[in-house]
């Protein structure tokens, strides 16, 4: 009987802690507490540790520059704002993304215009920002979401033959490979979440903007400081901005994250691999396709459903899975252009800016239904998953797996 029903659970204790946070984390934080307590001057921002994880961010990415900010979402603003789109153009977006994935567009004065994903996953393709390309394009944000990279050769040709710049939000892919480049260097310039639910974190929440041009990275650095006239002859600040800088606390967290970070990817890596290979011979259910490669680093894991094999449909199977002890979720439903901000134009108030903006010439009725996103929302559940998982949660998730799909599915 499965435990929904009333039945015995296949896992009764809880799934380990990711314990994210260490004894190093702390030592790093308790230096900086205890030369402040010597020297008498207060914690800022800016100084030698966050030089230094900027430097060290920059080298795991294999060369370029880096800018630590306070969060991710400030890490897109920032990199978008380092482009100094004119206002009332228009910023593809992705299909499926964290709110603050999409909401930096809106807030810069231009109009997010959204991409369908490719059937079956998460992300886009370039067929499908192609379909939305218009002469007002300024911009392309590819999300690598999950941790899946994007198929992203084709959109790189897509966006050279235009002209376009793509920004590369990397918040839930640190260190995925797309044909053996690291994602955030493959476009103009990347944005990564740093909070302490992604693969490496600065504390409880931060961003890092990237790129490999240093000019954007010093337009990024001015952006984000209220327009300090950083590498630039001026006596005064040289545009606004606001001040969405990190701090030497976060840098000093961040820099003993980044030490572990290789062996993390590697061993999310492993359990994602280990599950595959555990469900493979189940009928109803497989693992997501990965339209960019097996380069990812499964920030989580999606599974999609057949429900024409069973006889519920696939939120009731990810409540049953669940009910088993197994940390899922039925769905990861976070369609910018299905939420009330963008369907409502709530960005600026007393107004539908940027729609409403006299320089904006596109179309203002567009509506980006996104069919493929939301048949993969519907069809897909997630499983979180983390580096602290052994040989038993993969085996307790595979059982529990199997379990609900032999009570559900449909005999013929």
């Known amino acids: 009987m499965l435990a929904i029903d009333g039945g015995d659970r296949v896992r009764r204790d809880a799934f380990p802690k990711r314990r994210l946070f ?12 205890d030369q402040a307590l010597l020297s008498g001057d207060a914690i800022g921002y800016g100084g030698v540790e966050e030089q230094a994880y ?3 961010f920059a080298e795991f990415m294999g060369g370029g520059y880096a800018d630590l900010v306070n969060s991710g979402t400030c890490a897109l603003y920032v990199a978008l704002g380092a482009l100094r789109l004119p206002v009332g153009g228009e910023v593809v977006v992705p299909p499926i993304t964290d709110p ?17 994903a490719v059937e079956g996953s998460f992300n886009t393709s370039a067929e499908k920002v192609e379909a939305v390309l218009s002469p007002h394009t300024r911009a392309i944000i590819i999300a690598h979401i999950a941790g899946e990279p994007v198929d992203m050769d084709p959109i790189l040709e897509l966006a050279k033959a235009r002209g376009i710049p793509i920004v590369e939000d990397c918040a839930q892919a640190h260190g995925a490979l797309y044909k053996d480049n690291i994602v955030g260097t493959l476009g103009a310039i990347a944005a990564y979440s740093t909070m302490s639910g992604k693969h490496h974190a600065t504390g409880p929440q931060g961003g890092v903007v990237f790129t490999r041009d240093e000019e954007l990275l010093w337009e990024a650095r001015r952006f984000a400081d209220r327009g300090k006239p950083f590498n630039v002859e ?6 606004a901005g606001l001040n969405l800088n990190g701090n030497e606390l976060a840098a000093a967290i961040g820099r003993t994250q980044l030490q572990r970070l290789p062996g993390a990817i590697h061993r999310r890596r492993q359990v994602a691999h280990q599950i595959q290979k555990a469900i493979g011979g189940l009928r109803a259910v497989r693992p997501g396709r990965e339209a960019g490669g097996d380069g990812g680093v499964y920030w989580f894991m999606r599974f999609c459903v057949d429900e024409n094999l069973l006889t519920v449909d696939k939120n009731a199977f990810a409540e049953a899975i669940a009910a088993e002890g197994i940390p899922v979720a039925a769905s990861y439903r976070y369609i910018p252009s299905e939420a009330e901000w963008f369907r409502k134009r709530c960005v600026f108030p007393g107004s539908d800016y940027p729609w409403g903006l006299p320089e904006y010439q596109g179309d203002r009725t567009a509506q980006f239904p996104c069919p493929n996103a939301v048949a993969a929302v519907e069809s897909h559940f997630i499983l979180s998953i983390h580096e602290n998982f052994s040989d038993r949660e993969v085996e307790d998730i595979a059982t529990a797996f199997g ?5 559900y599915l449909r005999r013929r």
Do not use: W
């Open 22 to 33: 260490g004894e190093g984390e702390r030592d790093a934080a308790i230096r900086l507490f």
């Open 54 to 56: 900027e430097h060290e």
């Open 100 to 116: 603050g994935g999409a909401m930096p567009v809106a807030l810069l004065c231009q109009v997010p215009v959204v991409a369908d």
């Open 234 to 239: 001026a006596t005064s600040n040289v545009r």
């Open 403 to 407: 379990k609900v799909e032999r009570a």
